[in-house]
């Protein structure tokens, strides 16, 4: 069993920064795959951003160049350091962690998920 929770979110103007932190409990973090995800007001939760196990990663268009998706295994934590925010970044941001190396851009292929924190970006 996995828990994740995560932190970090908050209010921050247009073209400010925020860094998410998703800390994991239970085992294998470092041979798990770990990906964000968000979810906008009236919308469907969609891909941010993913890492497998020797952090390579994947990007959304929509946040590419402005996002940096990282993990730390001796912490157990994957981060998402998010710059240049916009108003369209405005979601609840989930964590979520595979039982596979490899990363995925479908939510469906993610067993284990934290509660989401708050990222509201005003204009």
């Known amino acids: 069993q996995v828990q994740l929770v995560e932190s970090g979110g908050g209010l921050v103007q247009t073209g400010g920064s925020l860094r998410l932190s998703c800390a994991a409990s239970g085992r294998s973090f470092s041979s798990r795959a770990m990906g964000w995800f968000r979810r906008a007001p009236e919308k469907e939760r969609e891909f941010v951003a993913v890492?497998?196990?020797?952090?390579?990663?994947n990007y959304a268009d929509s946040v590419k160049g402005r996002f940096t998706i990282s993990r730390d295994n001796a912490k157990n934590t994957v981060y998402l350091q998010m710059n240049s925010l916009k108003p369209e970044d405005t979601a609840v941001y989930y964590c979520?962690?595979?039982?596979?190396?490899?990363?995925?851009?479908?939510?469906?292929?993610?067993?284990?998920w934290g509660q989401g924190t708050q990222v509201t970006v005003s204009s």
């Open positions: 979520a962690a595979r039982s596979s190396r490899y990363w995925s851009t479908n939510q469906d292929d993610y067993d284990y």
């Open positions: 890492i497998s196990w020797i952090s390579s990663t």
